[in-house]
């Protein structure tokens, strides 16, 4: 692999700024790569459902100039491909771009390809992509996670420098987690939703998939802030800053007590995932870290309420593709109405039929209160329950997914099965707080149930959340452990 494919998208800005890397080779290293794997159809990854066929031209300045971009399909971008992942969107090309993404090419970024998702986000396998799965660069018979699936294998595998990818109960920690690299969420409303077809509004979140976690702080940092076209949007507090901790003294790390087993019915940890969780946690402790345990009593409810609360939202939001407006229309219809039940038919897959079907069920009248009603009260106390903990420590830590990559097929007719990979990384969703995965280590063969991988081993992510806007902080202590834990996150470049 070529030297440029190996510098970080903060080393490629500076050595483009410098002068000592040309942004149109960069550029179209990274393309080439990327319309191979597309073109490889099934013999490739299928991380991307659009490359671009030239580059265009590197911005001559700013301070990402000339460093390429992958975005996750349901970004809308003007003249580009943005599907969602869905069939009822195929050739969609919106007449303009998120904010997200605008805010990035500003600064100088180059978009150069969508990524692979589940439709509509929904999921945890990237299966459920109408366009196909993607495959695991670690092995090619599993699952990157997802639904930012695309995002997180086209990193690992170096076809893109880094990727942005959005997170509603785990679409950006756990395919991070999955695929060996760095994921975060950041504060509900840090980052602009304009623009990106909405899965459930309260919960949506922008962030970046990246190689480490400098690059996620240089991201968020170039895209985050208020947008008066998304009122939920919030300036930020204060600027974001390239991490550079070396210790971890006076922080308090809380392991919560719930989400240590299989309480409430709740994920199994697999023993590898168990190691390299307890691993990292000494690491902490060996760089002056306090780790003790908290208690979080409401978060193993967290996923129930989210399994109400995101459909519920989806139902809604989900009522606009009606063949009206946007991409697919059924052919042939009797009148208006078959029309509509026909295009919603032939357009979405099956996840996103089942999560309306639990939506609209959930708000009918007569159910209301007993579920979206209580799942809201849910909510509520398990964001009071995080804030209680933020009393005590400063940072929460889990596991980020309870297991590694599970093989394609492996749990697609099982949809609870699927649902629980999120089983820790919701909880922060529902609170609207920030959290990273960084990659802990590899669970050996033998660990997790499964046969060997190619690469010795599948990556295990680590999970850290703080509260509201503690995202330099958050990134600081992030970093510090990267940096003591050494993980190679090229082992599986293609
Ligand atoms: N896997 C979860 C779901 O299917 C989370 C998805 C997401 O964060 N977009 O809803």
Redesign the pocket.
């Known amino acids: 692999m070529s030297d440029v494919l190996r510098l970080s998208a903060a080393q490629a800005a500076d050595a483009i700024a410098a002068g000592s890397l040309s942004a149109a080779e960069l550029a179209e290293a990274y393309r080439s790569r990327a319309a191979a794997d597309r073109a490889a159809g099934e013999d490739g990854l299928n991380c991307f459902t659009w490359v671009a066929e030239e580059m265009p031209e590197p911005a001559p300045a700013g301070p990402l100039a000339g460093v390429p971009l992958a975005v996750k399909d349901l970004f809308c971008t003007a003249g580009v491909p943005s599907q969602s992942g869905s069939r009822i969107l195929e050739g969609y090309e919106p007449p303009y771009t998120a904010t997200a993404v605008s805010r990035l090419r500003d600064a100088g970024a180059t978009l150069f390809a969508k990524t692979n998702q589940?439709e509509f986000?929904?999921?945890?396998s990237t299966e459920n992509s109408a366009f196909g799965p993607t495959l695991n660069p670690w092995d090619r018979a599993r699952v990157p996670g997802?639904?930012s699936g695309g995002s997180a294998a086209a990193v690992a595998a170096g076809l893109a420098p880094w990727a942005l990818g959005?997170?509603?109960?785990?679409?950006i920690r756990q395919p991070a987690a999955l695929c060996g690299i760095v994921g975060l969420k950041p504060t509900y409303g840090s980052v602009s939703r304009y623009g990106m077809i909405a899965?459930a509004s309260s919960l949506d979140q922008a962030g970046p998939l990246t190689r480490d976690v400098t690059d996620a702080a240089l991201m968020l940092r170039h895209m985050a802030g208020r947008d008066i076209c998304d009122a939920t949007s919030l300036p930020q507090r204060e600027e974001i800053a390239l991490p550079n901790a070396e210790r971890l003294e006076d922080l308090r790390i809380g392991v919560p007590t719930e989400l240590q087993s299989s309480a409430a019915g709740g994920a199994a940890i697999e023993p590898g995932v168990r190691r390299c969780f307890e691993q990292a946690l000494e690491r902490a402790e060996e760089l002056g870290a306090r780790v003790q345990e908290v208690s979080l009593p409401h978060a193993p409810h967290a996923l129930s309420a989210y399994y109400v609360l995101?459909p519920s939202e989806a139902s809604s939001n989900l009522a606009r593709f009606d063949g009206v407006r946007y991409g697919l229309r059924a052919e042939d219809a009797e009148d208006l109405l078959d029309m509509y039940t026909r295009t919603r038919h032939d357009g979405f897959g099956a996840e996103v039929r089942r999560r309306i079907m639990l939506g609209t069920y959930a708000l009918s009248s007569g159910y209301y209160e007993a579920y979206y009603g209580r799942a809201q009260k849910v909510r509520t106390k398990v964001a009071q329950d995080f804030a209680a903990a933020f009393e005590e420590v400063d940072l929460i830590a889990t596991p980020t997914a309870p297991g590694v990559a599970f093989a394609l097929g492996e749990k697609t007719s099982d949809p609870w099965a699927m649902?629980l990979?999120?089983y820790f990384t919701v909880p922060m969703s529902l609170a609207g707080i920030p959290a990273i995965s960084i990659p802990c280590g590899l669970s050996a063969a033998g660990e997790d149930r499964s046969p060997p991988a190619p690469h010795g081993g599948l990556p295990v992510g680590l999970q850290l959340a703080g509260p509201a806007f503690s995202e330099n902080r958050l990134l600081d202590a992030a970093y510090a452990l990267e940096c003591s834990l050494g993980f190679d996150v090229t082992a599986c470049h293609v």
């Open positions: 589940d986000a929904m999921g945890s997802g639904s959005t997170d509603t109960g785990g679409s899965f995101a649902y990979s999120d």
